[in-house]
């Protein structure tokens, strides 16, 4: 009797569980219809495209110079507006009203934009938010806290990347005094004499920018080359500069609108590419009304083409100058053309990503092996993307088995979310169980001694090995895995922290274990509130943080270094003494057993 009413007890839970799980996801789809609804009722979607677009691209390009990020949220969200060649109210933009309109329009649209966030997290990710529905208010909170703390690693690593990458670069005020008075798009003097200091510039955004490929590569991206792109990026660049310093020295900010054909002779005459290569290029550089057929997301654009009959090209110069064109152009090519993607430029990426990682951790003085192959053990075990090994005077050695994940860096939630497929992110976990399986047995201590520096410890016969498993990706920074064991580290986080290092390990290892904690105590949120078919919406976002620096690292460049190695030997201490406190991950090996078998 008691199993039985035990078994109805549990049965009732579990239906209610469920009917609670499918009232949550009617309620979120009822809001989602709603929130669409409002969107569709703004009243800049009646208005002409073409007068839509520019006021639009005129409102953006005045609030970037005023710090409103947000407008870029907005204006993405309406872009398939922009470029559907629809007719209607002809907006001026000498009209307050209708540049009140616009700015409302594009405000609820970026509202928009991050609620349809939530809603793809939500959708796909049990308990990735948390929605409260009270009557005619609606609560949206983070659950996971990996979101909050991806949004935050990436503009930490954004912020902190620029200051590094442009902290040579003290040309700014000169470009400004040479523009200062120069009448746009004359060959002066003084624009002569900023040309190549835009020029500088923009080679330092190209290097510091995710690419990977080498930029005169002549990977076919599907009539052109990666090489031919490169020099119209380049172009173009250097000219959203111009405008940009130009717009800022003279007080007259806003978007720049080109003539096609203009384009097309400029490229020809000052790259030497034919118009037909340049057209492919632009095609796929520019939101026009084929993208939403694509399913290419606006965010992926900084040039918009105009629906008229002129349809001119609408350069925003602020945006250009600072949106990474070179991740964008890899993101349309892999949705328009994915064998292209597949079979030109996949592993190219992929393997070059192994090399930028190796380099990294190289330069700090760690030895590395890359793509290491297990198969001679067992055929179905995974190669090794990277095996980095400390070695550590008064221990032993310390080594990092590295899986490394490189997709595209995403641009919004469905980008993001891609992660958690099988091929993607998600599968280096499961390869890191497996490599952990392996080490365990006497095959895998075998393949640990193996790669020890043949030379041996530069102190000890018998010394203590210190294992641990790490995945690198190319963006991810353990969003959507926070109840995974194995520590997760974007490229960008690890390059500025290996950086810092000074080739100390202990340090490395600190700051990994502990950086979600770090990141979560230091980043803020704030609760936003927008009005959505007569109901008030209050959603949680990541707002302005401390940004979070790493410490300095003083290791291998200490002059006291070997002194201290030295009195650690002299007073009879030993790698051994670490055993006291000995961790799942430490191994002791014998270096009288290795002989031979061991590699540099």
């Known amino acids: 009797m008691l199993d039985h009413a035990i078994k109805k007890i549990m049965l009732g839970l579990q239906n209610r569980r469920g009917g609670d799980t499918m009232n949550e996801k009617a309620k979120l789809k009822e809001f989602e219809e709603q929130l669409d609804a409002a969107l569709a009722a703004l009243p800049s979607l009646r208005w002409s495209s073409a007068s839509a677009l520019q006021i639009a691209s005129e409102l953006y390009e005045f609030g970037a110079f005023e710090g409103a990020d947000w407008i870029d949220r907005g204006y993405t969200i309406l872009s398939s507006h922009f470029v559907a060649g629809k007719e209607g109210h002809d907006a001026d933009i000498r009209s307050d009203a209708d540049l009140q309109q616009m700015v409302a329009d594009i405000a609820f649209a970026q509202h928009y934009y991050m609620l349809r966030e939530y809603l793809y997290y939500s959708y796909n990710v049990p308990g990735a938010m948390q929605w409260s529905f009270e009557g005619d208010r609606v609560e949206v909170r983070f659950g996971d806290k990996s979101i909050p703390r991806q949004f935050f690693t990436v503009h930490n690593d954004l912020s902190l990347g620029s200051q590094y990458h442009f902290r040579d670069f003290n040309h ?7 523009l200062k008075d120069e009448p746009e798009g004359v060959a002066t003097p003084n624009m002569l004499a900023a040309d190549p200091l835009l020029q500088k510039e ?6 510091a920018y995710f690419s990977l490929i080498d930029l005169d590569s002549e990977i076919d991206l599907g009539g052109y080359s990666y090489s031919d792109f490169i020099l119209v990026y380049n172009l173009l660049l250097k000219k959203a500069l111009y405008h940009r310093y130009l717009a800022r020295a003279q007080n007259a ?36 009304r084929d993208a939403p057929r694509d399913r290419l997301d606006a965010a992926y654009f900084s040039l918009v083409r105009e629906s008229g009959p002129e349809a001119r090209i609408v350069m925003r110069p602020h945006h250009f100058a600072t949106a990474e064109g070179l991740v964008n152009i890899l993101r349309v090519i892999g949705q328009r053309r994915p064998n292209t993607f597949l079979n030109q430029l996949s592993n190219e990426i992929g393997s070059a990503f192994v090399k930028r990682v190796k380099t990294a951790w190289e330069a700090q003085g760690f030895i590395c092996h ?26 032993g ?10 997709p595209v860096p995403p641009r919004w939630a469905k980008d993001q979310l891609k992660v958690l497929n099988k091929d993607n992110v998600s599968k280096a976990f499961r390869q890191v169980e497996t490599v952990k399986q392996f080490i365990r047995t006497e095959d895998g201590m075998r393949f640990l001694k193996r790669m020890l520096p043949k030379k041996g410890h530069p102190q000890f016969d018998e010394f203590v090995v210190k294992l641990s498993h790490l995945v690198i990706t190319s963006d991810n920074a353990g969003m959507f895995f926070g109840a995974e064991s194995t520590s997760v580290v974007n490229f960008r986080t690890l390059e500025r922290l290996l950086r810092r290092s000074d080739g100390d390990m202990h340090m490395i290892q600190h ?19 927008v009005g959505v078919g007569g109901r008030a919406v209050a959603y949680e976002g990541v707002t302005t943080s401390p940004l979070l620096e790493f410490p300095q ?23 051994f003494d670490a055993l006291a406190t000995r ?5 002791v090996i014998d270096q009288s057993e290795i002989g031979g078998s061991s590699t540099e």
């Open 397 to 406: 050695y310390v080594i990092y088995l590295c899986e490394l994940k490189c």
């Open 202 to 207: 923009v080679d330092l955004k190209l290097a």
């Open 553 to 575: 690292g003083r290791w291998r460049s200490d002059p006291e270094l070997p002194a201290m190695v030295e009195a650690f030997v002299a007073e009879g201490f030993h790698p």
């Open 172 to 178: 700014t005020d000169e470009i400004m005094r040479l």
């Open 253 to 288: 900010v806003g978007a720049i609108y080109i003539p096609e054909h203009d384009l097309l002779d400029g490229i020809e005459k000052d790259l030497g590419l034919s118009p037909a290569i340049a057209r492919l290029i632009l095609k796929d550089i520019t939101y026009d």
């Open 583 to 587: 961790s799942p991950d430490i191994i």
């Open 370 to 395: 890359s793509d290491v192959p297990l198969r001679d053990f067992d055929p179905a075990l995974p190669d090794i993307d990277l095996m980095v090994i400390s070695v550590e005077p008064t221990l």
């Open 511 to 529: 700051v990994l274990e502990t950086y979600a904690e770090q990141a979560d105590n230091v980043l803020q949120t704030t609760m936003v509130e």
